[in-house]
């Protein structure tokens, strides 16, 4: 729901990037990391509020009553994706406008988390330095990825993060968002306070301090549609870290949830208060 300023309320979790359109098999559905994230967030607990860009092209009934700042642009963010024995293939047919922090209303500006979420380099770096009373978390895969002129989406390297990463609380990435390298990986985790890299049906690894603990999803998952579980996994990890203050807790928990997100397809992914609470209460 697109809210007016004045009625907007205080929230706890606050999400920036792009909604976006996503191209399948009989049409098109809602997606972009803020839709999955902000709706494990509200399933969590969380008010959620989400600064965004898209075109006319979109429908925000998905997201229920989650309020949303939108800075209107000609056309939605849109993608296909394509699973592969070696992974996913992307394209990119529009991007929406840039986000800057002059987007983000008064009343939003002291949320408890932050989560930074691009998806096609729309977030601008700038934001991590206005939030000194906020959990900073950044999923930076829209930072870590480029697109040629036919719109084929491709790794690329990430500047900024030598800026972006020590002025956050926890990073999360994919080992596609870095091609795999494992150069990339260890790069990010000396220069962040905490990483988690998810590695689909491998789990996790969560690097804190020195040390790496990897984290395993429950046995025999049949996967429908991993699209949305790595911010599934973000939203669950940067909540359960800001409750418990505990990075290997974190990791446990945001597998174990993420892990029911595939078995099914789209928005339909997002976990269940009845998930919710056996992953709680499951040491693994």
Known sequence: MIYSLEHLKPIDYLLVGHLTLDLVEGGVRLGGSVAYAGLTAQALGMRVGIISSFGDDLSLDPLGSIPVVHLPALASTTFSNHETPKGRVQRIFHCAETLEYYLVPEIWRRPLIVHLAPVAQEVSPDFVRHFAHSFIGVTPQGWLRAWDAEGNVYPTEWPESTFVLPHVDATVISVEDVAGSEDMINEFAAS????????????????????????????????????GAGDIYAAAFFIRLYETRDPWEAGRFATQLASFSVTRAGLESIPTQREIEQCLVEVC
Do not use: K, M, Q, Y
Request: overall charge negative; charged content about 20%.
């Open 192 to 227: 962040c306070h905490i990483l988690a890299v998810t590695e689909g049906a491998g789990g996790s690894r969560v690097f804190w301090n020195g040390e790496v603990r990897c984290f395993r999803p429950p046995p025999n998952i049949l996967e429908v549609d991993p699209v």
